[in-house]
Structures are given as C-alpha cells and as structure tokens.
C-alpha cells in the first residue's frame, strides 16, 4: 500500500493541507544545468566547499538519492537529449548544442501527451531553445528565447523567471488533469552571476578585491592565470564561491517552484526527479579549466540525480543507491512508476530496480562522449569521432581521446578520481569498443543567425 508524505522543504510542510485546488498527478522534471554531484551539499563529497542547497537535501532525504549518476555528454543540449530520448549520443545523433534532435526519434514529452497528461516546460537556455526540437510532445514549452536576446545579448533567463513562467503554466490546467513538467534552470552555467547579491554574500570572501569575477572577463582571468600557474588561493576560492552561490540559487528556486506546486495541491500524488546534465571542471585539469566540453572526467559526467515519489509514486526515504547509473535512464523509469509494463523509453532502463530488496548484480556501464574542443571537431565523420570519450563502472573510469597525447587513462571511481596504473579491465574496454562501433556519421549544425549569436555568446561555439 503506497504511503503519502508531506515533503518537507525549508521548513515548511507542502502539500500537507487542503489544496486550493482539485489534487492530481505530477510527474516533475528538474534540470540544474552546469552542476557537479559535489555542488550539492547532500553529496558530501568533499570536492567543493560547503554547499548550501536545502531543498535539494529535503528530496534526497525523502526519496532516492544516486551517488554515481553519470551523463552521457559534456554539453546541454545533447546530455538533455539523452534524458528525454532514453539513448546516449551515439542513438539519439545530437553531438553537440546547435544540431536539432531528429525528428524521427521519440521523446519523453511525446508518451505523455499521447496518454492524457498536460505536457508543460519553463526552460531557462538558449541552448534548448524549440527550434532545437525537445519542445515535441509538450503543450507548452517556453524557451525564453525573444526579440530581447537578440536586442539585448541575453541568452539565459534568469531561475525566478524560470520558476515564475513553470508556475504560470501549471495555471492553464484543468484542475484534475495530470501535469508532466519540465523545468531547466540555467543559472549554474557561467557567468555566474544571476544570483542575487544577498546570495552571493553566503559565499564570497566580503574582502577580496581581486580580478576574478563572475562575468566572462572575470572567469578568462581565472582561466589564464591557471594555465600561466599563477591563480592565487584567494581568486580560485572567489571563483568556486561564485558558482556555489549560483548553484544555492537554483536550490532557492527550486523551493519556490515546490511551494507553488504545493499550494496547488500537486504534491500528494507526485514523482519528482531532480538532476544535472554536466558539471564544471575547475582546477582538475590544468591544461582545460574552467570550462565543459573537451573532458568526460568526474567533475563534467558525475551529476546529481534524486528520485522522490509520494502517493502512488512513493519512493523509499533517503535511500542511497552506490551503483554506476545513467541519466538517459530517467525517461523509462518515469514510465515505469506509471505503469510497470509500459515500454521502455530508448535503451534507458528502470532505476527502482536499484532500490528493490533484492537489485539486480549487473547493470551498464556508463558511456560519455566530450563536445568540443572546436579545433578537434570532424567535418567528414560523427563531429565528436576524435573527442574524448569514457566508460563509467562501479569501480573504474576509463577515458580515451585521440586528440590528448595520453589517448587512454583509467582512474578510480572516486570524488578524487585518482589516476591508476594498471591493466585496463576488459568490460571498460570492450564497453568503449562497442560505443565507438556505433558512431554516426556526419551531422551538420542548422543555425539561423540568431541561434548561432546565442551559441557564440554562451561560449559554445567559436566567433
């Protein structure tokens, strides 16, 4: 018999009282974008600095939280492409931002519209942009994406107005009618500086008066005096405490977008799945930081992800899952908490499995494929064929790019992720065999000069 909980969410109790309108079913999908599992302070990794993300931490302590949930891809579009198609990159044929997704292949908003439910998203990129293709199968999708971006160079939408816009869709709904909700902050990804100041002070040391900063020309100092090694203690502790505060502003939004849910009485029935398509490499690798792209090592593949379920998607409290698992695997274990015999989504496969009394001993080997760097992209093959490219198991990391003089090297599985000496276990190599055996072929970017400004502006591609 599933049980129904209040989910707690800074220190208020939601969807515990009469809604103010008539309960129905939620499924809730929520993307911080440019966000490392070590970010959040339920991970507890070590990697960062004290996070500050208690909304975050409310679900993961009222539902499922995966400690090694790894993306398939470096770069936004293409990492979300695999969530709501259920394939890596290498099935779902989206290398990179700026290549729409096929028309032909099936997307998660699609089943849900075609069984009833009101298909909504608010997302916060120009990187996802409709013209892209996720918007199939949603009702509404708001991408934010205006005559202002063009006029103005504003590519992103700030996370209050990405929660406002979420809520305000939830609004057209008849009262009874199921909600399947995508909602995509982008305020992780640089430049870090859309939260607002009284955030920001959380972080920041109150005296440093350095040169790094949260725009762009503060992250490029950052970026060469890495590489010229002359970062300071104090300009790499302001630049990490820049990107906390704007991972601590999604967790903020995310609270109000759970409280607004929750005054509307969409709680009570509810599966919410929170997760990242990237994360950020800082100082980890010297030759490439501060940036996304080039590496699939730990800090860019390893994301949060958390499950948590309440009437009849209930979920166990503050379950820990250790296995290896992939983000492309959300879509079918969404369907499955519908219905556990509905189809699956791609190749994804059902995480309740990992949460059963008795999990199951084998489960894939994670596959990542980096996105850039440009210089490196392929024009008569798969754009990605000589990019970076790795296999994640329960134990080891392999990695392999035909562009890096040290083409392969195996690393523990760890927050440190130490480098290994040793012989590479055959599964790793014979998982990265098969991914390359299946490599598409050429692809080329569509970009009306809008989206290609929009790319350009956000770092993606090269003026």
């Known amino acids: 018999m599933a049980r129904w909980h209040c989910l707690a969410v800074g220190g208020l109790a939601l969807g515990c009282g009469r809604p103010e309108t008539t309960p129905a079913p939620l499924v809730l999908l929520v993307s911080f974008d440019t966000t490392r599992a070590d970010a959040l302070s339920c991970y507890g990794l070590g990697g960062l600095p004290a996070a500050d993300t208690p909304h975050s931490d409310s679900l993961a302590e009222r539902g499922v939280r995966f400690a090694w949930a790894i993306s398939s891809s470096s770069t936004t579009l293409a990492a979300h492409t695999a969530v709501m198609s259920g394939e890596d990159s290498h099935r779902h044929a989206v290398p990179r931002n700026g290549f729409p997704v096929p028309p032909e292949l099936p997307l998660l908003a699609e089943r849900f519209q075609a069984d009833g439910w009101r298909t909504l998203a608010s997302v916060g990129s120009f990187a996802l942009e409709r013209d892209m293709g996720l918007d199939r199968g949603f009702d509404a999708y708001v991408d934010h994406a205006n005559w202002q971006a063009a006029l103005f160079g504003e590519y992103e939408a700030n996370g209050r107005t990405v929660t406002d816009t979420a809520l305000s869709l939830v609004d057209t709904r008849a009262a009874d009618e199921p909600v399947f909700l995508f909602v995509h902050y982008y305020d992780p990804h640089m430049p870090w500086n859309s939260a607002p100041t009284h955030v920001q002070e959380r972080f920041v040391d109150p005296n440093y008066d350095g040169p790094a900063g949260g725009d762009r020309a503060g992250i490029e100092h950052l970026t060469v005096a890495t590489l010229q090694h002359t970062l300071s203690t104090a300009d790499r502790a302001h630049g990490q405490a820049l990107y906390r505060a704007e991972v601590a502003w999604a967790d903020r939004q995310l609270g109000r977008l759970l409280r607004g849910l ?48 309440s009437g009849r998607f209930d979920t166990p409290q503050g379950h820990v899952v250790d296995r290896t698992v992939r983000t492309l695997d959300i879509g079918t274990t969404v369907l499955r908490a519908l219905d556990d015999s509905a189809p699956p989504l791609g190749t994804g496969l059902d995480l309740a499995q990992l949460w059963a009394p008795t999990p199951p001993t084998k489960w894939p080997i994670a596959l990542a494929e980096a996105t850039m760097p440009h210089d490196a992209l392929r024009t008569d093959t798969w754009p990605n064929a000589d990019l970076e490219r790795a296999a994640v198991s329960d134990s080891h990391v392999l990695t392999r790019a035909a562009w890096l003089d040290h083409e392969e090297r195996l690393f523990t599985r760890n927050p440190v992720a130490v480098p290994v000496q040793a012989a590479v276990p055959a599964p790793l190599s014979q998982a990265l065999d098969a991914f390359d055996a299946r490599m598409p072929g050429v692809r080329e970017a569509a970009l009306d000069d809008q989206t290609r400004s929009a790319l350009e502006a956000l770092g993606y591609i090269e003026k």
């Not at 509810?270 to 100082?283: Q, R, T």
């Open 262 to 309: 929750g005054a509307r009485g969409l709680l009570h029935d509810s599966l919410l799945v929170l997760f990242s398509d990237h994360g950020e490499m800082f100082n980890e690798e010297p030759a490439r930081p501060y940036r996304h792209g080039p590496d699939v090592d730990l800090p860019v593949v390893h994301v949060p992800l958390i499950v948590a379920g």
